[in-house]
């Protein structure tokens, strides 16, 4: 996707800061932060939201769960964060490639619901 800004920030094109990498995922941090501690968890190949996940992408979402346990690790704060998924703009989603926010420390205007 060559329009895309996450894949532009995985291919190094945009600049951000990466708190954790590997083979499949970019770990950065979100640049209008609503917590302490406020990243994202960004696959590398780009899948659009979850509505567009299909059997092909098992691996890779499974993958992504253990990414955001090693990502946790890595900042300190395993067993005190949370995990956001949106999907679709109605669903709060602003960019089209999927991605997790963890979020963890003290809140700012991230409701619970
Ligand atoms: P979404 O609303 O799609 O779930 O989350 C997108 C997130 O990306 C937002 O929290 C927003 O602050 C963050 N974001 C948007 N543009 C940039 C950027 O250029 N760099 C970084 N690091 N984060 C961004
Ligand atoms: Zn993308």
Redesign the pocket.
């Known amino acids: 996707m060559t329009d895309c800004?996450f894949c532009k920030?995985v291919k190094g094109e945009?600049s951000?800061?990466v708190v954790f990498e590997n083979g499949k995922f970019l770990v950065?941090?979100?640049?209008?932060p609503?917590a302490d501690v406020?990243v994202?968890v960004v696959p590398k190949e780009h899948i659009a939201s979850v509505d567009h996940i299909t059997e092909r992408d098992k691996a890779v979402l499974g993958d992504m769960f253990l990414t955001v346990k090693d990502a946790a690790e890595k900042l300190g704060v395993s067993g005190r964060y949370r995990l956001?998924?949106?999907v679709g703009r109605d669903g709060?989603?602003?960019?089209d490639h999927l991605?997790m926010?963890i979020l963890a420390g003290d809140r700012r205007e991230v409701p619970r619901e």
């Open positions: 800004l920030i945009v951000s800061t950065f941090k979100d640049i209008h609503k406020h994202l956001l998924v949106n709060g989603q602003e960019i991605h926010h």
